[in-house]
């Protein structure tokens, strides 16, 4: 996803959007230790998405 894909969320959809990402995370950690992994380009992805909303996150709560 983009920025523009996050924008017009609110901040507490950003946070739910972020715990989503994160469990997400935590289940393909998973999956690699158990070597069920295909998709191993999801990590960069997730990671970066979730970056992206602590940024938005932080520009919500400055205003």
Same mark, same amino acid.
Request: a negative charge.
């Given at each position: 996803m983009k920025n523009k894909d996050f924008?017009?969320?609110t901040y507490q959809e950003i946070c739910q959007k @972020?715990?989503?990402l994160r469990d997400e995370l935590i289940r393909l950690k998973l999956k690699r230790k158990i070597g069920q992994l295909e998709k191993t380009h999801r990590f960069? @992805?997730?990671r970066r998405n979730i970056a992206r909303l602590m940024g938005l996150k932080?520009?919500?709560s400055k205003d």
């Open positions: 924008i017009n969320l @972020e715990m989503e960069s @992805e997730i932080s520009r919500q």
